[in-house]
């Protein structure tokens, strides 16, 4: 294996190769998902938590992690499937892990599809445990101001 370089993410330099990379790993089904609105958002927030692999110029993984001040969490872990296996993930968790804990970070969350329960293995090596919880989401609409709005008292209601 050559030298992996662990690099902050820059949109200017990477974005097609992350887009391509998550498009190869992941697939996509709901727009909310779409690679490139994940970065955007992601870059929104200005929160340092963001990083890729390189090795020679080339990006072959990637994380990112979210810290909201109690947990920790991570996203979008991927590596390349012909740089699977030589420790490129295991790189990137202890890396973002390093960060998360300098943010002050307690503990970390991490989701699995059921439909990718091998990784789980991958996580276990790792230090990861499974924990009993049910794990339960809602997608909000985008936002729109007319949805919402403000009366002249301060009181609010809701349209
Ligand atoms: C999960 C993933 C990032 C692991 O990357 P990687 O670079 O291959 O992982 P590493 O080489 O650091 O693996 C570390 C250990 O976990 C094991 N491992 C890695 N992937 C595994 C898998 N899919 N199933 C079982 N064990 C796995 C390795 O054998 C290795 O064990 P070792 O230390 O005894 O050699 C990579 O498989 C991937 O991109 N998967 C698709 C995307 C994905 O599922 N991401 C996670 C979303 S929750």
Known sequence: MEVIDIIKYDDKKYRTQVIELWKAVFGYKEARNDPGTSIDKKLA????????????????????????????????????????????????????????????CLKINLQILKSNVAVKEFYEKNGYKVEERISMGKVLEEHSSANYLMEEKGNHRLQ
């Open 45 to 104: 927030v200005h929160d340092d938590l963001f990083y890729l692999a390189g090795e020679s110029n080339r990006i072959i993984g990637t994380i990112m992690a979210g810290y909201d001040g109690h947990r920790g969490w991570i996203y979008s872990l991927a590596v390349l499937p012909e740089k699977r296996k030589q420790q490129v993930g295991t790189i990137l968790l202890k890396y973002i892990e390093e960060k998360l804990k300098n943010l002050g």
